[in-house]
């Protein structure tokens, strides 16, 4: 999955808007206001086709153990003034190291649908009223 793909497949979601909250570098996806997705273009140009994704915590510990290409957290080779975003719940995933296209869309799915999980009943009407 190249970075168009990813940037249109989030953009599918339902509710879903795109922006650039923290540093000109940083693209979010947002479901209504809440973060789902973190993209770091400026490593994307690099090479490192990084996502941070939100995951359930006991299915991301495993992931962290069955895949090399997703770690806890998005703390690597970022500036020292960086905000860092909580491992227990955020995860760097790295396309195309052991990662597939397949399986990164459903991790996206996955982190969309924990969020909206989150919501409270009236934003998710408001969701389904989108």
């Known amino acids: 999955m190249n970075i168009e793909q990813l940037r249109e497949y989030c953009n599918t979601k ?66 020292p003034d960086a905000k860092y975003v909580y491992a227990k719940h955020w995860n ?7 990662v597939s296209s397949e399986f990164l869309r459903e991790l996206i799915d996955h982190s969309y649908n924990i969020v909206i999980k989150g919501f409270t009943k009236k934003m998710k009407e408001e969701l389904n009223n989108l």
């Open 14 to 79: 339902k509710g879903t808007t795109e922006e650039f909250p923290f540093d000109n570098d940083t693209l979010v996806f947002k479901v209504m206001g809440k973060m789902f997705v973190l993209v770091p273009l400026d490593r994307w140009e690099k090479g490192q086709e990084l996502s941070v994704l939100k995951l359930d915590p006991e299915w991301a510990q495993k992931l962290r153990e069955e895949y090399d290409g997703i770690l806890g957290g998005f703390q690597m080779g970022r500036k």
């Open 92 to 98: 760097t995933v790295e396309n195309h190291k052991d």
